[in-house]
Nanobody, 115 residues
């Protein structure tokens, strides 16, 4: 069974940075697309950033210019570099990988931005 696991969350102050990591295990297949979503308390899960196999990426309006998504050298790994963090970035961040037509989600990692 394929597992998607996020890491790198934590508590930071406004203006600081964090780097999230995500990896899928137990599969020989490569993902066609990888993305990050986030869900704040009491709100719906929303798209943050995504990247496809040819390297093209796109971002949600609220993070454009501050966050960067990138693929790792290892198969099925993806990172989210988050700079200039704001309190409104506080959420659980989820990684989604599309592998052989299936969308696989991780359990999420908490990011808290507070002074």
């Amino acid at each position: 069974q394929v597992h998607v696991v996020e890491s790198g969350g934590g508590s930071v102050q406004p203006g600081e940075s964090l780097r999230l990591s995500c990896a899928a295990s137990a599969t020989i297949y490569s993902s066609t697309a990888m993305a990050w979503y986030r869900q704040a308390p009491g709100k719906e899960r929303v798209f943050v950033a995504g990247i496809v196999s040819n390297g093209m990426s796109r971002y949600g309006d609220s993070v454009e210019g501050r966050f960067t998504i990138s693929r790792g050298n290892a198969k099925n790994t993806v990172y989210l570099e988050m700079n200039s963090l704001k309190p409104e970035d506080t959420a659980v961040y989820f990684c989604k990988m599309s592998i052989r037509g299936h969308d696989l989600w991780g359990q999420g990692t908490q990011v808290t931005v507070s002074s």
